[in-house]
């Protein structure tokens, strides 16, 4: 899992709640993402991020907001607007986007209550 | 639009058999393309990838892929499977600058 780091390990949401899933990395990359993965479908991109204090939606943007105020983290919040957040959540970084490799973290398990 | 697949959702082989798991690509440009394992409940561990040259792409824990541009394919290998091989596999593809596609994952059970 190299040099990112997720947090928590397990993350439980009641109805109406907003959660924020923790996501370092000190691998000084610049281009950090978050993914979902739910069984049998891979993972997709929810957000993406190649330099600080900028951010752009992936595929599956809705329910979901980020920041990058810092090069090292970059939070992902899922808003009650998810309804079903349910799901293995992944954070990756790479040196710039696109052709170089993604070093992934260990994950984030969201469960609802 | 960009896609990667995994024709196989489950690939089964014996202990100290040959593996393959394949993985199709419709990417485009000179995709440069990725093999990556997951273990239950952890992150993805990356294997190997292929950006250009040789066909044959040497990785991690002795596994290897073979690009084939004109089948479109990077299908990943092992001479001789062990048991700790079991989990699931993921190939990507990366169009020059864009961020990557996941196929749907394989998962592999090497069977003692």
């Known amino acids: 899992d190299g040099g990112i780091t997720q947090s928590p390990k397990y993350l439980f949401r009641k109805e109406g709640q907003n959660v924020t899933l923790s996501c370092e990395q000190n691998l000084n990359h610049d281009a950090m993402y978050w993914y979902r993965q739910d069984p049998g479908q891979g993972l997709r991109l929810i957000y993406y991020?190649?330099?600080?204090?900028?951010?752009q939606k992936g595929d599956i943007a809705e329910g979901y907001s980020v920041s990058r105020e810092k090069k090292e983290s970059f939070p992902l919040t899922v808003t009650s607007a998810q309804k079903n957040p349910t799901a293995f959540y992944l954070c990756?970084?790479?040196?710039?986007?696109?052709?170089?490799?993604?070093?992934f973290g260990p994950g984030t398990r969201l469960l609802v209550l | 639009a960009q896609s990667v697949a995994q024709p196989e959702d489950q690939v089964n082989v014996a202990e100290g058999n040959p593996l393959t798991v394949k993985c199709t690509y419709s990417?485009?440009?000179?995709?440069?393309l990725f093999w990556y394992v997951q273990y239950p409940n952890r992150g993805l561990q990356f294997l190997l990838k292929y950006i250009t040259g040789d066909n044959l792409v040497k990785g991690s824990y002795g596994f290897e892929a073979e690009f084939n541009k004109s089948q479109t394919s990077f299908h990943l290998k092992k001479p001789s499977a062990l048991v700790s091989d079991s989990a699931l596999y993921f190939c990507a593809g990366a169009p020059p600058g864009q961020n990557f596609v996941f196929g749907p994952g394989t998962r592999l059970s090497v069977l003692p």
């Open positions: 991020s190649q330099i600080v204090n900028d951010f």
């Open positions: 990417v485009s440009g000179n995709p440069y």
């Open positions: 990756a970084s790479n040196d710039r986007r696109g052709s170089e490799t993604q070093y």
